[in-house]
């Protein structure tokens, strides 16, 4: 191998700066105090840079600048080179080398509702591992060498992967304070299973029987169920909170509401339905240190999540 030190034929950092602040504003004033320099520095840099290259790169009229033919190809070439270096820069400043990365793609309502609660005692027993949460949108299509662990609904299925249950999915009908009080004015016990049928109903678009199926859990009558409808679990959610309605909703999304007095529940207890939420990671992941340690981790918090919801 050769020990001859190859020069690199690059500019200075500060004159390619200096020339694409130049090239935005097509003023070396304004280019100046962006950069926090003189005008004479950022004038200086670009005819150092045009000395470099041997071409002028800007026409200078009295005060005002025109970019040459030369100096547009170049900006069009070194723009790219100066947002890659930038990028660069900025993985590595938040890149921890001595951290193993645990990637997690989640259903948003679930991370937001239930997952990011707990994630905060997960990071604090183990500093060892940068976490990295995604959006779960369709677990077949989840790329298992970008992640090492979904949380998903039972329907969905991730392909050559390890499953775990959770949870079993149990539901509730909610509405908020103000709307209860609007309805009827009695005693938060007085209320009955029945009395649902005085509230304008809320739905999820994608569980069209989740009225029908919790009417006949409670031994009502199914009826009329007209009313607004949402595609996505917190965009129910918060139109219960907003008193638009009566909504079943997971009590596991609910439980946060509930608790804080966002939400109440008056019409019986939650009932159990044939859906459950999983935990997933691929057959080539399962003995990796961060996804062994999260699982059974997360695992040991859904007994805590089964007695919340019973």
């Known amino acids: 191998m050769s020990n001859v030190t ?48 041997s071409r002028d790169l800007f026409i200078r009229l009295n005060k005002r600048l025109v970019l040459t033919g030369t100096g547009a190809a ?20 938040h890149r921890e ?42 677990a077949a299509k989840i790329d298992p060498e970008s992640i090492d662990i979904i949380l998903h609904y039972g329907g969905d299925h991730w392909p050559r992967a390890i499953s775990h249950q959770l949870m079993k999915e149990t539901v509730i009908a909610v509405c908020s304070p103000d709307l209860l009080a609007r309805i009827g004015d009695k005693p938060f016990d007085a209320w009955k299973v029945e009395d649902v049928t005085s509230f304008p109903f809320l739905h999820l678009s994608s569980r069209i029987n989740a009225w029908p199926d919790w009417m006949v859990a409670q031994g009502l009558e199914s009826g009329s169920f007209a009313g607004a409808s949402f ?4 965009m129910l959610l918060e139109a219960a909170k907003n008193s638009m309605g009566i909504a079943i909703m997971p009590t596991i999304l609910a439980e946060r509401s509930l608790q804080n007095g966002e939400l109440v529940a008056p019409f019986g207890k939650a009932v159990s339905t044939p859906h459950e939420y999983l935990l997933s990671y691929p057959m080539d992941k399962s003995d990796l240190e961060q ?20």
């Open 6 to 53: 190859m020069r690199r034929y690059i500019p200075s950092s500060t004159a390619l700066k200096c020339f694409e602040a130049s090239v935005r504003h097509l003023s070396f004033t304004k280019a100046a105090e962006e950069l926090h320099l003189t005008q004479s520095a950022v004038s200086r840099q670009i005819r150092n840079l045009e000395e470099f290259l």
């Open 74 to 93: 170049y900006y069009k070439e070194v723009v790219p080179l100066l947002d890659g270096m930038e990028n660069a820069c900025l993985r590595m400043l």
């Open 97 to 138: 080398d001595e951290k193993t990365t645990l990637a997690i793609s989640a259903l948003p309502t679930l991370a937001s509702y239930w997952l990011m609660p707990l994630l905060a005692e997960f990071q604090t027993a183990h500093p060892q591992f940068q976490i990295k949460v995604r959006s779960l949108d369709d």
């Open 231 to 234: 595609a996505h679990f917190h």
């Open 291 to 310: 996804v062994v340690i999260f699982r059974d981790w997360l695992l040991s918090k859904r007994n805590v999540a089964t007695s919340c919801h019973s």
